[in-house]
C-alpha cells in the first residue's frame, strides 16, 4: 500500500516522463536525422532492371514439309469373277500363290462348250462351202448374184457363230488379269459357280500407294510427281512420289485424296500397314528454338521475347514452321537477335533487363 505522501511518490512520475521523451526523440530523429542520400535516377532504373540470360540466335534455311499419316493400299486389287456357270472340275494355284498375267486359276466344266464349238465348226465349213458353190454356178451363168451374197452373209453368221463359242470356251478358264498374289480362293473342285460371281481375288503390291488426306491450305503446293518421303509402322522407310492430287474436296473433312506411289521390291511391305509422309513444300528462314521458349502476351498471341540493342524487352509474333529433333522450328524473328532462354516469364515488352549471354 502506497500513499501520496510517500517520498518516493514524485520521483517515479519524473522518471515515467523522462522516458517518453527520450522515446519521442529517437522515433523523431529516424526521420529529421536520416543520413542516407536519395537514389539517383540510373541507381532507380538499374535496381529495377531484371537479370536474364540471353542466347545469340541466326536464322537459318529450313525446308518446310507437309506431314500426314496414311495407310498402304495394293497398286490393284481385283475380284476374279467367273464368266461362265458350272461345275469346278481343276484348282491349278494354292491360296497365297504368286501368279503372272494370264496364269490359269481354275477350270469349269467346258463339255457343253466344246460340244458347242464342234458345232458352230461345222456350221462354218458348211456356208463355206455354200458360198464356194455359188461362185461357182455365178461364174458359170447358173446362180445369180444375190445367190452369193446371201451364201457370204450365212458364212459371215456361221463365223460370228464360231467366235462366240471359242469365247465361251475361253471363259471356263479362270485366268490371273495381272501378275500378283493369289489373295483369296473360295471355290473348291466340284462346286458350282454362276456367272459373275467372285471366284478369285488378285493383289499387286508392286508398287504400293500410300494414300493420305491433305488439308486444303496444302492442297495448291503438293504436285503430281513430287519426291515423298515415306516411314511405315513396321520400320521400313522408302522413297515415293505424288501420283495423284484430288480436285474435290470431301465435305466432311474439307481435305483431298492424294496418292504416293512407292516402289515395293518383291512385296516385302504388305498392304495395309500405315505410314507417315513427309513432302517437301518450299523453303523458309527460321530460328532453331526449344519450345519452353514460346510465350504468350496479353491477348493470347504465340511468340518469343528478345532483347535489344539497348536492352529492352521486345515481344516477336512467331509462327512454327516444322519440329525438329530437340526443338522446333519458328519463323517472324529478325534475322540475327539475342533470345531470351531464361526469365522470360518475368518480364514484359518494354522492360529494361540486365541480359546474360548463355555462356556465361
Known amino acids: 500500500m502506497e500513499f501520496a505522501s510517500d517520498p518516493g511518490a514524485g520521483r517515479s512520475k519524473w522518471v515515467a516522463a523522462g522516458l517518453l521523451g527520450l522515446v519521442i526523440i529517437w522515433m523523431g530523429s529516424g526521420v529529421v536525422f536520416s543520413s542516407d542520400p536519395e537514389p539517383t535516377e540510373h541507381e532507380t532504373a538499374e535496381k529495377q532492371a531484371v537479370a536474364v540470360q540471353v542466347k545469340l540466335s541466326e536464322a537459318e534455311p529450313v525446308t518446310q514439309r507437309f506431314v500426314a499419316k ?161 516411314s511405315f509402322l513396321t520400320g521400313e522407310t522408302a522413297t515415293g512420289s505424288i501420283r495423284f492430287v484430288g480436285t474435290a474436296a470431301d465435305v466432311q473433312t474439307r481435305t483431298f485424296v492424294t496418292e504416293v506411289e512407292v516402289a515395293n521390291a518383291e512385296g516385302a511391305i504388305a498392304a495395309g500397314v500405315s505410314a507417315e509422309v513427309a513432302i517437301a513444300t518450299g523453303e523458309v528462314t527460321a530460328h532453331f528454338i526449344s519450345p519452353a521458349i514460346l510465350s504468350l502476351d496479353e491477348k493470347g498471341t504465340l511468340g518469343v521475347k528478345t532483347v535489344d540493342d539497348d536492352d529492352q524487352v521486345a515481344f516477336h509474333e512467331v509462327e512454327i514452321s516444322s519440329a525438329g529433333s530437340g526443338g522446333i522450328w519458328v519463323t517472324g524473328l529478325p534475322d540475327k537477335t539475342r533470345i531470351i532462354t531464361v526469365g522470360q516469364g518475368f518480364v514484359t515488352a518494354g522492360d529494361k533487363v540486365a541480359p546474360q549471354e548463355a555462356d556465361q
Do not use: W
Not at 126 to 133: F, G, I, P, Q
Open 70 to 230: 496414311g495407310q498402304a493400299q495394293p497398286y490393284r486389287d481385283t475380284q476374279v469373277r467367273a464368266q461362265a456357270s458350272g461345275n469346278i472340275i481343276s484348282v491349278a494355284l494354292k491360296n497365297g500363290a504368286h501368279v503372272e498375267k494370264g496364269d490359269e486359276i481354275a477350270r469349269i466344266d467346258d463339255t457343253q462348250h466344246q460340244k458347242a464349238l464342234t458345232a458352230a465348226k461345222e456350221a462354218r465349213d458348211r456356208a463355206a462351202r455354200e458360198l464356194s458353190n455359188a461362185k461357182t454356178l455365178f461364174d458359170r451363168g447358173i446362180a445369180t448374184s444375190d445367190r452369193v451374197f446371201e451364201a457370204e452373209v450365212d458364212l459371215a453368221a456361221a463365223e460370228s457363230s464360231l467366235t462366240q463359242a471359242l469365247e465361251a470356251l475361253e471363259d471356263t478358264i479362270l485366268m490371273a488379269p495381272f501378275a500378283g498374289q493369289l489373295e483369296a480362293l473360295p471355290i473348291e473342285v466340284g462346286e458350282f459357280v454362276a456367272a459373275g460371281e467372285p471366284a478369285a481375288r488378285v493383289v499387286d503390291t508392286t508398287p504400293l500407294v500410300v494414300s493420305i488426306q491433305a488439308p486444303q491450305q496444302f492442297r495448291n503446293r503438293l504436285t503430281v510427281g513430287e519426291p515423298a518421303q515415306v
